[in-house]
């Protein structure tokens, strides 16, 4: 008489782990940082506050865009 012995089947489910690629955070970032720049530059940059010195040149150039957007200058 012969005995076999089976191995008893295993499945082993594997998940894939999802991780993000160095291109998708670059963007992601770069998006971020754009955004935050628009934002101060609309939102914050009043001439007196303004990093680049007491000009109002940049708060004149976005003045309407300020005003459309609903921040207050004046």
């Given amino acids: 008489m012969s ?3 089976v191995a008893p089947v295993t499945s082993a ?3 894939p782990i999802v991780t993000a690629q160095a291109k998708t955070v ?3 970032l770069g ?3 754009l955004a935050l720049l628009v ?3 609309i939102g914050v940059d009043e001439g ?3 990093v680049f010195g007491k ?3 940049i ?3 976005f003045h309407d865009a300020r005003h459309f957007l609903g921040f207050p200058c004046h």
Avoid: G, K, Q
Wanted: negative net charge; aromatic residues 16%.
């Fill in 55 to 57: 000009s109002m040149v």
């Fill in 13 to 15: 489910i594997t998940t």
């Fill in 48 to 50: 007196a506050l303004s």
């Fill in 31 to 33: 998006t971020a940082v």
């Fill in 3 to 5: 005995t076999t012995s």
């Fill in 59 to 61: 708060h004149e150039f």
């Fill in 26 to 28: 670059a963007l992601l």
């Fill in 39 to 41: 934002y101060y530059f």
